[in-house]
């Protein structure tokens, strides 16, 4: 790896050949020189330092609070953190008062030692897959070919970047449609979805609060992997590495496959190639499911429509929407028109398709590319609304499919494209299915990355 993973910290915090204080700040000396001031919304050094010199106290102590005590992370701007006013990556909600505490799964880390650098930015509320912000910039993709610039993904854009670049090995993103695996695909880290209910959801700023998740990016499986043991509750995963002889793979015979660019159908073939010479056993199977979803919310609309309004009506409707993202502003009011019938349908049929698919898939792990695409060309996105709308409708389609249906899943890199762009390949899983589909990517991620 290019840059020193979160198990790495925290085996050299262990065996006390790093020191908390000392990765602190060199978290703000890589900011700096890095040199890209849209990835953090807010830097906080001053809270930093003082949980960096506690974690310092605790190890030379011998008594650390866990295994990750003394670790670098960042969170995305949608996060509750104590004294702090939560903006969700807009300026609208800056007069709103300061959170009273931490949210509970940072209040989790804080008690596990881990070292707060502040809130990374994000599409403003969350809600779009591309990543362009215009309040606060929008997080600079390291892939992109020189002179160019590249979509970091969305929503949880910074959470991408940040780790990308290396300066910190973990950030905390949210995921509605896709806004942890995207990123993840567009900026080369592994990302992970868990589902509904891993986590605590309160001081989160809600999207649609029937489809938020919660999930780190990071540089690794194994980051995300004991990064989620840390918050609940235990010092060591759960999941471990399975074997790719004894794994089970699916792979959906539709929609997930239609317009993919050349290099990610390639890499996804390769990928598939090399599991099968491990030993996995892969099939390819109908799931017709997948394309109901599609044609259920062309005819109803999309699930977190009448949500995301509910959330922002008197925004989107009143002053403040002139203060907001056009394109976020637009997409709320896509739901204007939905009738309480569509929604209630497609509550419903949610329900039917999540006991259905479940009950095909069984204990298998279902494949396919994170995102159909890599990371496309900013300056079009900005300069037209059509254009954004159509590449973000086809960014968001594989993995908002899996979160209507509430899968988990792990993205991890496996290629990229001639440009360099990373590609991404995805394990998902029904949900509560979250530690099988960690032990299966952590038993494959090397033979992913090819």
Known sequence: ?????????????EAGKLDPVDLTEAVFDRITAHGDDAIYIEQMQSRAMAEAEAAHIRQRAGLRSSSLDGVPVAWKDLFDLRGRVTTAGSTVLKSGAP??????????????????????????????????NPHYGTPRNIHAPAGGRRSPGGSSSGSGVVVSAGIVPISMGSDTGGSVRIPASFNGVVGYKTSA?????????????????????????????LFDAILRGHNAPEATAADPSTLNFVIPDAVLFDDLTPAVAANFDATIARLENAGAR??????????EILDLMARHGFLAGPEALAVHQTRVNGPQAAQMDARVVRRILQAKDMTAVDLLI???????????????????????PTTATTAMDIAPLETDQ??????????????????????CGVSIPNGTDADGMPTGFLLSAPTGRDTAVLSAALGTEEIIRG
Request: contains cysteine; neutral net charge.
């Open 1 to 13: 790896m290019a840059h020193q993973t979160a198990v790495q910290m925290a085996q050299g915090l």
């Open 282 to 291: 892969v099939r390819r199977i109908p799931l017709t499911q997948l394309q």
């Open 99 to 132: 959170a009273p505490r931490d949210a509970p799964v940072i209040a989790t880390a804080a008690r596990a030692g881990m070292i707060t650098t502040g809130t990374v930015n994000m599409t403003e509320m969350a809600y779009s897959g591309i990543g362009l």
């Open 197 to 225: 209910g891993r986590y605590p959801m309160d001081g989160v700023f809600p999207l649609a609060p029937s489809l938020d998740t919660i999930g780190p990016l990071a540089h690794t499986v194994a980051d995300c992997a």
């Open 386 to 407: 059509d254009v954004f709308f159509k590449h973000n409708g086809l960014t968001l389609r594989n993995t908002s499919l899996g979160n209507f249906l509430d899968w």
């Open 346 to 368: 497609l509550q419903q049929v949610r329900q039917r398709l999540k006991a259905q698919t479940a009950e095909i898939i069984g204990e298998a792990i279902i494949l396919c």
